[in-house]
């Protein structure tokens, strides 16, 4: 089945090539742009308007930013960030809750399917149904051809062994800024390659007219990492890498860890280019 609400006549995006590539050589003053300083400072860091004195969010970032400028320069003076990235363009088609990876448009399966959650059927009473959408429902069924790109980030290793270091040594303030810093710059750098994706692949110019409305996914698509509720496998986070080949890169995913990458700062997705593949619950 599929989600009634989502349309089957959107166009198809044919992508620049099929197969993976790895890049390396991305600048920090590439991606600081699109970090997110409202999860860093809140979330990461746990910082928070001063109620007090009525603190405003702007004159909040403002009192923090001098410890984000002063993170920054660390990581640049050590070279602790080390960007780089595994990504591709994949022939697919969707079966049910299951997204089938070709590989190439001749249509042979190359991997393990990915099965994704679908909504459930609100039951109670006076509800009405939900929408039951399911991340497969965003691609066309065979052998209708359709794409999808998937993405590895990463940061490297060395903030890792710093971060470790500084825990090792009770350093847990300068811990706390580093390891958070490290987490959102893996976010950041995701954010900013699916903006080279939409370019590529030829929607870009769909874009809202701000970074901080990227953030509120105003773009055409959606991009999907594994751990969150449309897509909680963390197990699908091998086939991706088998997928990208990330171990080129130093990336390693198992088991023994949980399905989780190391370098801990390091994220997948997978990429629609359906206009309604937005955020849901499922």
Known sequence: MKSPIVATDNPIFEPPF??????????????????????????????????????????????????????????????LLIPSVAYGYFAVNS???????????????ILERFTFP??????????????????ADFFKLAPTPDYAAFSI?????????????LFESNSYTDYLHLHGLGVEMAEALAEYFHKRIRDEWGFGNEDGDSIAGLFRQKYRGGRYSWGYPACPDLED??????LLHAKKLGIEVSEETGWQY?????????????????????
């Open 262 to 282: 190391h370098p801990e700062q390091t994220t997948s997705a997978i990429i629609c280019h359906h206009p309604q593949a937005k955020y849901f619950n499922a």
């Open 237 to 242: 986070n091998e086939k991706v890498a088998h």
């Open 153 to 165: 980030v990463t940061m490297g290793n060395l903030i890792s062994e710093e971060t470790a270091r």
């Open 18 to 79: 099929l197969g993976e590539r790895h890049l390396k050589g991305i600048t920090l003053d590439e991606i600081l742009p699109y970090l997110n300083e409202t999860v860093l400072f809140r979330m990461h860091w746990g910082y928070k308007p001063d109620k007090s004195i009525n603190e405003t969010d702007e004159d909040f970032k403002k009192r923090i930013q001098p410890i984000l400028k002063e993170c920054i320069n660390t990581v640049r003076t050590k070279n």
């Open 118 to 135: 679908r909504q459930k059927k609100e039951q109670g009473k006076g509800q009405k149904d939900s929408d039951q959408l399911c991340i």
């Open 95 to 109: 079966e049910g809750n299951d997204l089938i990876v070709w590989s190439d448009d001749t249509r042979t399966e």
